[in-house]
């Protein structure tokens, strides 16, 4: 009597569970037929340093927006527009602001796996890598791991095709969202969004809503449902040595002429020790992960394994105890390097220059202003004379050690409690119909230029990822998982239809 009790419960309880992902099936059928769309909106180029792509894109944006009764404006901004898209459901219900961006990082095509990387391929993982199938193929049944290969697939074009589908969902079904929606577009966050700053403070009227809910980035590795509560900011710096004012022949000036590639290795070695940390004066200052915080990093399934496996590295820094840890600390990053030429234009010179390009990624705790000076003057420590512009010929001769550096702060951090109502609103939802509790992210490694938001309107941020981890954003074959796809419909369709 108590085993057939016993299995009762389970059944019970399994069927509880299935029948929470109510849209599973119907998401499945609309997904599959959204991706001829998703297909043709991948194909519009979208680097935002080419102000033509991007009117393409919204172009595009504005008239599918516009189909399913959005009100758009296009903020004019320093540079590429903003654009705010309102779907008013009704005057007293809460208002909540979704933000995507749909500009992609520019391509190199000699380094993707396929003709064009705006010309979307469905492929499918083999032991020996990925093959390439007929887009016939997605009319089978078992396609969730299969995967469509293009820019912006999962950064950030995905979200917004899976956002589409979810609205003609609800239209189709005859329901209409919960909330009213602000939907926040940017065509430049590849670039920073530089013009984000300045709009958000003379537009704070047109900008305001109750909560934020940021879709992008990966989920956690697990492929569990996921929230993230912050993300770091980011400060640039380019570093520039000098060496003659010409390259020079090796033969002749070799252990003669000061060569700048080295000058500006020795520079950068010396900014952190064996095991990654950065050893310029209070760069960690303020951060201090006490019991409560070290439980919500805890809480979060272990990706130190997998990271390694995934990027074949034998050993990381020290920062921190865990991959976790380590980016509640802002860091100091060398993103890329340039002096005389390489591989079969490698020449036998003495350089001319020599340049790195550097991020910090920043923290809440951190004072961008306080850790640029830091760095500044860890360099004049080592002896050098910095400028602001190239070396005059007088500066040449008169100075041992030139180096130029210039600056940027991109945009600041931003944090929300881990405990917020908020949060827990999008917890339980999560819970409910995925029928597990998500990851809680306290803050995601990665930056996305939201800050001015939390900051200038006092709107609490989360994200809410959907793509998978390893979708390649920023690089050659970027991709996205088509099960992710479904997922990630589905994620909105639970939060569109849940009341705040």
Same mark, same amino acid.
């Given at each position: 009597m108590k085993l057939n009790y016993l299995i009762f419960i389970l059944l019970i309880q399994?069927? %509880?569970?299935?029948?929470?992902?109510? !849209?599973?099936?119907? @998401?499945?059928?609309?997904?599959?037929?959204? +991706?001829?769309?998703?297909?043709?909106?991948?194909?519009?180029?979208?680097?935002?340093?080419?102000?033509n792509e991007i009117e393409e894109n919204?172009?595009?944006?504005?008239?599918? $927006?516009k189909k399913r009764d959005f009100e758009i404006k296009l903020i004019q901004t320093s540079s590429l527009p903003l654009m705010i898209a309102n779907l008013n459901i009704k005057e007293k219900l809460p208002t909540i602001? /979704? &933000?995507?961006?749909? =500009?992609?990082?520019?391509? =190199?095509?000699?380094?993707?796996?396929?003709?064009?990387?705006?010309?979307?391929?469905?492929?499918?993982?083999?032991? =020996?890598?990925?093959?390439? #199938?007929?887009?016939? &193929? /997605?009319?089978?049944?078992?396609?969730?791991?299969?995967?469509?290969?293009?820019?912006?697939?999962?950064?950030?074009?995905?979200?917004?095709?899976?956002? $589409?589908?979810? /609205?003609? !969902? #609800?239209?189709?079904v005859n329901k209409k969202p919960s909330f009213n929606i602000k939907l926040i577009l940017d065509f430049e966050e590849e670039q920073s969004s530089p013009g984000l700053?300045?709009? @958000?403070?003379?537009?704070? =009227?047109? +900008? /305001?809503?109750?909560l934020l809910l940021?879709?992008?980035?990966?989920?956690?590795t697990s492929g569990k449902p996921t929230l993230v509560f912050g993300n770091r900011g980011i400060a640039t710096l380019t570093l520039t040595t000098y060496g003659p004012l010409k390259a020079q022949h090796s033969g002749h000036y070799?252990? !003669? @002429?000061?060569?700048?590639?080295?000058? +500006?290795?020795?520079?950068?070695? %010396?900014m952190k020790d064996d095991k990654g940390r950065v050893v310029i004066p209070n760069f960690y200052k303020g951060i201090n992960l006490d019991k409560a915080t070290k439980k919500v990093l805890e809480g979060v399934p272990s990706e130190d394994s997998s990271i390694k496996y995934r990027t074949q590295i034998a050993v990381t820094d020290k920062v921190g105890n865990t991959y976790q840890e380590s980016i509640q600390y802002p860091s100091l990053n060398i993103r890329g390097m340039r002096s005389g030429w390489v591989g079969k234009e490698a020449r036998t010179i003495i350089p001319s220059t020599a340049t790195a390009e550097m991020d910090i990624r920043l923290v809440v705790e951190s004072d961008p202003l306080f850790l640029i000076e830091s760095v500044k003057n860890h360099i004049k420590k080592l002896g050098y004379n910095i400028l602001n512009n190239e070396p005059s010929k007088q500066e040449r001769l008169n100075f041992e050690k030139i180096i130029t550096i210039k600056s940027k702060i991109a945009y600041p951090a931003f944090r929300t409690d881990t405990n917020a109502p908020e949060g827990k609103w999008l917890t339980k939802i999560l819970t409910n119909y995925f029928g597990e509790k998500p990851v809680i992210i306290r803050t995601s490694g990665g930056s996305v230029p939201i800050s001015p938001f939390v900051s200038e309107l006092g709107v609490p941020a989360i994200g809410v990822p959907t793509v998978n981890l390893d979708n390649n954003q920023h690089s050659p074959n970027e991709n996205i998982r088509i099960g992710n796809y479904f997922n990630g419909i589905e994620t909105y369709l639970a939060i569109l239809t849940t009341r705040f």
């Open positions: 399994f069927l %509880s569970i299935n029948a929470q992902r109510k !849209y599973e099936n119907q @998401v499945r059928d609309m997904g599959i037929e959204s +991706l001829n769309r998703f297909k043709f909106f991948l194909s519009l180029a979208n680097d935002a340093a080419n102000g919204i172009n595009w944006v504005n008239k599918e $927006l602001a /979704l &933000y995507m961006h749909i =500009d992609g990082q520019a391509v =190199d095509p000699s380094k993707w796996n396929q003709e064009d990387p705006y010309k979307a391929v469905v492929k499918r993982e083999t032991s =020996d890598g990925f093959e390439t #199938l007929s887009w016939d &193929y /997605l009319k089978t049944n078992k396609i969730e791991d299969l995967r469509i290969f293009a820019r912006s697939t999962s950064d950030d074009k995905g979200p917004f095709a899976m956002f $589409l589908t979810a /609205l003609d !969902y #609800l239209k189709l700053p300045e709009s @958000v403070k003379t537009n704070k =009227d047109e +900008l /305001l809503a109750d940021i879709f992008d980035g990966p989920m956690h070799g252990n !003669y @002429v000061p060569n700048p590639a080295l000058s +500006l290795a020795k520079v950068l070695a %010396s």
